[in-house]
């Protein structure tokens, strides 16, 4: 029997010019076009998260199954899954995809998860944000070696965004 083809594990995230992702558990910059874009590319697909991130938004976002990895045998958080491991959210979000029919897992963060799933990861869809703020989360840097990018695309500013930001795309090279 032919095996099942795997969905591909995509990153989304945006990192300001110094690798700064997040400061004191939230994120640095207002970018309401560049969220309403994350809630499109996520729509639909499971999507991993760490227990940090998970609290600084305080909830399950709609419309999509929100998959929590965290130690904490007691954590508990009505709406979402939980896994124990990025082995384990993987495995999960894996047969979550597969039940839900989408070829996609998303891995939204935050700096210790991308951390942990970057060698597992197949494209990362990338918002490069014009700032170069102090904070506590960074993104890890990607080796050139690994990654190719395949697109590169400068929005027009919304008018409540606070400054530029360039979407680019990397697949595994
Ligand atoms: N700019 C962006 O695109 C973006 C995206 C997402 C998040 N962020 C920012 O990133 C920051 C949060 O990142 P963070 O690194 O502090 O936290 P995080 O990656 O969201 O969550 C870390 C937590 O995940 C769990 N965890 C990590 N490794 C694990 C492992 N091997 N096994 C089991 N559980 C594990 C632990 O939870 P327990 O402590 O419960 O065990 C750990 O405390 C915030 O500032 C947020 O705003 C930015």
Redesign the pocket.
């Known amino acids: 029997m032919r095996k099942k083809p795997m969905a591909k594990i995509v990153f989304?995230?945006?990192?300001a010019r110094n690798g700064v992702?997040?400061?004191?558990?939230?994120?640095p910059w207002r970018l309401p076009s560049d969220l309403r874009r994350f809630r499109a590319t996520t729509w639909g697909r499971p999507m991993i998260?760490?227990?940090?991130?998970?609290e600084?938004i305080g909830k399950p976002l709609p419309g999509r199954e929100t998959i929590v990895?965290?130690?904490?045998p007691a954590?508990d958080a009505a709406g979402v899954l939980v896994a124990?491991?990025?082995d384990a959210a993987l495995d999960l979000a894996q047969a979550r995809a597969t039940a839900m029919g989408v070829d996609e897992v998303m891995v939204?963060?935050?700096?210790?998860?991308?951390a942990?799933m970057l060698p597992n990861a197949d494209r990362i869809v990338l918002?490069e944000v014009e700032l170069t703020p102090p904070?506590?989360?960074t993104f890890p840097p990607l080796d050139p070696a690994d990654w190719k990018e395949v697109s590169r695309e400068t929005p027009d500013r919304g008018p409540k965004d606070e400054v530029e930001y360039t979407i680019r795309i990397f697949e595994r090279a």
């Open positions: 989304i995230v945006a990192v992702i997040g400061s004191a558990g939230e994120l998260m760490g227990r940090r991130t998970f600084s990895v965290t130690r904490d954590f124990r491991s990025p939204v963060g935050g700096s210790e998860i991308y942990a918002t904070g506590d989360a």
